[in-house]
């Protein structure tokens, strides 16, 4: 099998977002050089060739300077990898190896709900803008959402009777996320008053840019630092509050339960403060 082709093939998949597209493409002809440089196969990677490769990317290389790249970066080029491997050769082909590259799972920092109200406070206005950028940051954190789940909404994906919203999540997959009260007066305020004015044609994007047209996650990166922060949040104050995390699960489109349990460490935390403040042996 030719590693080029297998990889065009890959990154052509309709599974793939065009931003995992854009990351993973860069990363993946690394490695097919890497391999070709050696006469290796994509069907030749074993445990040991990936090692070596995983070796190479943490800066052990004879006779050169290290890369110095951060754990973050050396787990996307090793997630790229193995995505490429289970597409192409089966997933009982992809080395089940513990890698050096492989990202340390730290604790999301999410604002606590009083920071979020004076995060969301500081977007409030009358004018269009002011009136877009609260309801969007409204909704991202009231239903959970990625930056790119909230600049992929339509019109049609708000259900006011239903108090619902339609979600277009990663690899394509649909779910439905409840619509909170205060996200339902902010979208209706900007619908009534602010994205008429905003409005070019007929653009059917729920969120436009000053030119009407369809925002990017730029945009939400350059009106609030880290977005997705938002979106920890969510699940943090939904589990504090006592929601179960297979349906935290459910609400944040995570395709496995363990990706999900990271927020049970904040549980956790919460946990050890009831315990020390309520126990008589604490």
Same mark, same amino acid.
């Given at each position: ?8 093939? /890959? +990154? ?9 597209? #854009? ?24 445990? #040991? ?34 995505? +490429?491997?289970?597409? !192409? ?9 513990? $890698? ?15 920071? !979020? ?18 309801? $969007?940051? =409204? ?20 259900? /006011? =009777?239903? =108090? ?16 909170? =009260? ?27 840019? !000053? ?7 730029? !945009? ?7 977005? &997705?922060?938002? #979106?920890? %949040?969510?699940?943090? &104050? ?33 946990? #050890?403060?009831?315990?020390?403040? %309520?126990?008589?042996? %604490?």
């Amino acid at each position: 099998m030719d590693v080029g082709s297998a990889i065009e093939r /890959f +990154l052509t998949r309709p599974s793939l977002s065009e931003a995992t597209r #854009r990351s993973y493409r860069g990363d993946l002809e690394e490695f097919g050089g890497w391999l070709r440089r050696r006469g290796l196969t994509l069907e030749q990677v074993d445990a #040991r060739v990936l090692t070596a490769y995983a070796t190479e990317l943490g800066g052990a290389r004879p006779g050169r300077r290290p890369r110095k790249l951060a754990p973050a970066t050396l787990a996307r080029k090793l997630a790229a990898i193995r995505s +490429l491997l289970r597409a !192409t050769v089966g997933p009982g082909r992809v080395p089940d190896v513990a $890698l050096a590259g492989r990202r340390a799972r730290h604790l999301p920092h999410a604002p606590t709900a009083r920071e !979020t109200d004076a995060l969301l406070d500081t977007l409030d206005g009358d004018d269009p803008l002011a009136l877009r950028n609260r309801a $969007l940051f =409204e909704l991202a954190y009231s239903a959970g959402l990625r930056s790119q789940e909230v600049v992929d909404l339509v019109l049609a994906d708000v259900e /006011f =009777e239903q =108090e619902a919203i339609r979600v277009r999540g990663k690899g394509g997959k649909e779910r439905v996320v409840p619509l909170g =009260e205060e996200a339902a007066f902010r979208l209706r305020r900007y619908l009534a008053d602010g994205r008429p004015q905003l409005a070019r044609g007929a653009e059917n994007a729920l969120f436009l840019s !000053t030119r009407g047209r369809p925002l990017d996650t730029s !945009t939400l990166r350059r009106l609030v630092r880290n977005p &997705h922060r938002l #979106r920890h %949040a969510f699940a943090t &104050h939904l589990l504090e509050g006592g929601a179960d995390l297979r349906t935290i699960q459910e609400l944040l489109g995570h395709s496995s339960l363990s990706t999900t349990q990271i927020y049970s460490h904040v549980d956790g935390k919460r946990l #050890r403060r009831v315990y020390d403040s %309520a126990h008589p042996r %604490a």
